[in-house]
């Protein structure tokens, strides 16, 4: 598997607060990369699962829980993960996403906390 990591110092935010997040999410596709964006709050993840196809993955996660940071992995496949990610902060990572089926994806320092979540990978 590919692992790109890019960090970002920038933070989204609006006078109105961010609108929330569903807790289903597919990814959309744009050069033949499929993204999804993951918002850490609270110690849990919005959306709580991503569907998304076999290939190449970019994940963005949102750190805006006003506190602890927070990570991203797959568990059954250590190196699709994004880093620590401060509150206010965003960072993304590539990945190719495995065969189909379902997978759990967790941030590894809240697991406890049950900070959890499901990667759906469907068949193309």
């Known amino acids: 598997m590919t692992l790109v990591v890019a960090a970002t110092g920038t933070a989204c935010s609006s006078s109105a607060g961010p609108s929330p997040a569903p807790a289903d999410g597919t990814a959309s596709s744009a050069d033949g990369v499929q993204q999804i964006t993951v ?6 993840f919005s959306p709580s699962t991503v569907t998304v196809h076999p290939g190449k993955v970019r994940l963005i996660l949102v750190n805006d829980g006003g506190g602890a940071p927070h990570d991203w992995q797959v568990t059954d496949f250590p ?15 590539s990945f190719t996403a495995p065969s189909p089926g379902r997978y759990q994806f967790v941030c590894t320092i809240h697991t406890k906390q049950g900070m959890v979540g499901s990667l759906v990978v469907l068949a193309r």
């Open 39 to 44: 918002h850490a709050k609270d110690f849990s």
């Open 79 to 93: 190196a699709d993960f994004v880093p620590l990610t401060a509150n206010g902060e965003t960072k993304e990572a």
